[in-house]
């Protein structure tokens, strides 16, 4: 076998995947696979890697979205909320400051 190409079950195995979820990515042309004799699939680590990488974020944006309203999950979401608005949250109480002087 060539270097670089890997049949369909290391590939499942790679991935991570079921048989279902690598049939219906062939079929959505997200990953090319090579037939050796006619009949014997290959995929090329590239092509696996890149599609890993991208099942991967997937899982990771789902899991963070799908992660119970725990005590200690609530903090890390308040805190990075906090991290990345601090600038919109101090500007709207200064506003709201300067209103209520403006208008007392």
Request: net charge positive; hydrophobic share 45%.
């Amino acid at each position: 076998m060539p270097s670089g190409l890997l049949s369909f079950n290391q590939s499942l195995e790679y991935l991570g995947i079921s048989k279902q979820e690598l049939k219906k990515l062939i079929r959505q042309k997200r990953i090319i696979p090579y037939r050796i004799g006619g009949t014997y699939l290959r995929f090329k680590k590239e092509d696996l890697d890149i599609l890993r990488s991208h099942l991967e974020r997937k899982i990771r944006k789902t899991y963070w979205l799908d992660q119970p309203a725990e005590k200690s999950a609530l903090s890390e979401r308040l805190a990075d909320f906090w991290y990345f608005n601090n600038l919109y949250i101090f500007s709207a109480a200064i506003i709201l400051v300067l209103l209520v002087i403006i208008f007392r």
